[in-house]
Structures are given as structure tokens and as C-alpha cells.
């Protein structure tokens, strides 16, 4: 049982919670950016609660677990890389490739850019169990994604969800992408607004 599942069972509300899959992206993602040793690099940083789970095989990718072990992944692994925040939009991009291969690439490639971003809310909806994500705009090269209530979420998070939005545009077909903040995305911020333009 998962640590969300435990604390729901005994009729508590805990802290938000990310699937387990994420976790698993991330490192893979990781290794595909910077290699094994980054890897390692990255896991000997992690709080031992979490190198502990890792360790010992408990994250399962149907599982829940805390919003803290995922920022702390996150940052972990930006400081084992050496690079800026700007690393975790690749991050993002390529948990976006790893997570939507066989059947939804296929589909995404058929469907127009301003379509596929509306699959966004759905896809985040699958990974975590706090925030809300809406689709305010979607037309041929503009979109606008509106987050709210994502509580705990820190700067690092939100680059990683924003390089994903990149990618998932450019799986689409969409050319020269280009994302604008327009609203929150910070550390502490529950809520972000992102424009997407492309040709």
C-alpha cells in the first residue's frame, strides 16, 4: 500500500500527492540527459526517507506519494546535473516523450497543436491529486493554460510541467515553440498561466 492510500484509509487528509510513475520518468529522463553517474550523483542527494524507497523498490507507478519527495527529486537532480532551472524544462520535455509513446504518439500526430494541448488538464489530472489545469485558449498557433489550487508546488515543478506543455505541442507538429509565463509559476505559487505560440 502506498503511503496516500495508508493515510486515506485511516480517514486522514494528508499532503498533496504525485503518482509514483513520475518519479520513474524523472530518472529515466535524467539518465537520457546526463548519463548513469548523474543518476547516482542525483539519488546519494535524496532525503532518506525517499533513497530509502527508491532503494527498496516501494515506489510503484500507480502509487501516491508527497509533493515534498517530488520537489526534492527535482531539485536533486538539478543540482546533480550543474544546471540552472532551465534543465528542468528538459526534464519535462523528455518525461513527455518517455510517457506518451505507441498509441498516443499516433494520435497525436494526427491532431492539430491546439487540439493536442487539450488533452492537457486530462494528462495532469494523471499525475497529480492537487490542482485544477483549463484550457482558457486554443486556436491555430496560440494556446493559454490556466493552473489553479496546486498547492505546495515550488519553481522547479512548474518548469518541468511547462517544458512538458512544450513538447507535447511539438508532437503535434507544432514549429518553433515559444512559451510566455503570464501568471505565477513560482516558488509558492498554487496557481500559473502559460501562453504557447508556435507555426
Known amino acids: 500500500m502506498d503511503i496516500r492510500?495508508?493515510?486515506l484509509s485511516k480517514g486522514r487528509v494528508s499532503e498533496p500527492h504525485v503518482k509514483g510513475v513520475s518519479f520513474r520518468s524523472v530518472l529515466q529522463a535524467l539518465e537520457a540527459l546526463r548519463g548513469s553517474e548523474v543518476v547516482?550523483?542525483?539519488t546519494a542527494q535524496l532525503p532518506a526517507?525517499?533513497?530509502e524507497a527508491f532503494q527498496y523498490g516501494t515506489i510503484l507507478a500507480t502509487g501516491w506519494y508527497p509533493i515534498q519527495w517530488y520537489r526534492a527529486l527535482l531539485d536533486c537532480a538539478r543540482k546533480a546535473a550543474g544546471a540552472g532551472e532551465q534543465?528542468?524544462?528538459?526534464?519535462?520535455?523528455?518525461c513527455m516523450l518517455q510517457d506518451t509513446t505507441g498509441v498516443y504518439r499516433a494520435v497525436f500526430n494526427l491532431l492539430s497543436p491546439q487540439t493536442t494541448i487539450?488533452?492537457?488538464p486530462r494528462l495532469f489530472n494523471n499525475y497529480y491529486d492537487t490542482g485544477t489545469c483549463s484550457i482558457t485558449d486554443a486556436k491555430s498557433g496560440y494556446a493559454r493554460v490556466h493552473w489553479t489550487n496546486c498547492e505546495q508546488?515550488?519553481?522547479n515543478m512548474w518548469c518541468e510541467i511547462f517544458g512538458g506543455a512544450e513538447q507535447l505541442l511539438e508532437l503535434s507538429g507544432a514549429k518553433h515553440v515559444r512559451t510566455r509565463i503570464l501568471a505565477g509559476g513560482g516558488d509558492g505559487d498554487a496557481m500559473a498561466e502559460l501562453a504557447?505560440?508556435?507555426?
Open 153 to 155: 508546488f515550488d519553481r
Open 5 to 7: 492510500s495508508a493515510m
Open 40 to 42: 547516482k550523483n542525483c
Open 196 to 199: 504557447g505560440h508556435w507555426i
Open 49 to 51: 526517507d525517499l533513497a
Open 118 to 120: 487539450r488533452v492537457t
Open 87 to 94: 534543465f528542468l524544462y528538459q526534464i519535462g520535455r523528455q
